[in-house]
């Protein structure tokens, strides 16, 4: 199963973002090349100042930020074997979540 996929920058004419995926579990077991981090993980961000974490996905509580805020899984699955999982939210719910995730960021 792919949980994401990247499209190279020769096809692309976006601005590039330098990243890599690689493989990190097989089948459910932790699978990944000398010096990645293996295993499913969480990706976590604070409610009140948008921090990332990355966490083993079988960690247990996501805790609180340093500025007090609450850390929330981020990636959550909406399609599993062709059943969804949550009804997709509309294009005005999608726009005001947008806004506020952006609010956070420095231009």
């Known amino acids: 199963m792919v949980h994401g ?3 190279g920058t020769a096809i692309s004419n976006a601005p590039v973002i330098d990243f890599a ?9 932790p699978l990944a090349k000398r010096g990645k981090w293996s295993g499913s993980k969480s990706v976590l961000a604070c409610d009140r100042c948008g921090t990332r974490r990355i966490v083993p996905y079988t960690a247990k509580g996501a805790g609180t930020c340093a500025c007090g805020g609450v850390f929330a ?13 949550a009804e997709p939210d509309a294009p ?4 005001k979540k947008v ?3 952006v609010r956070i960021l420095e231009l």
């Open 5 to 7: 996929y990247g499209i």
């Open 21 to 29: 995926m690689d493989t990190v579990e097989l089948d459910g077991k």
């Open 73 to 85: 899984e981020i990636l959550v699955s909406v399609l599993n074997h062709e059943t969804l999982l």
């Open 92 to 95: 005005a719910t999608i726009r």
């Open 99 to 101: 806004m506020e995730a």
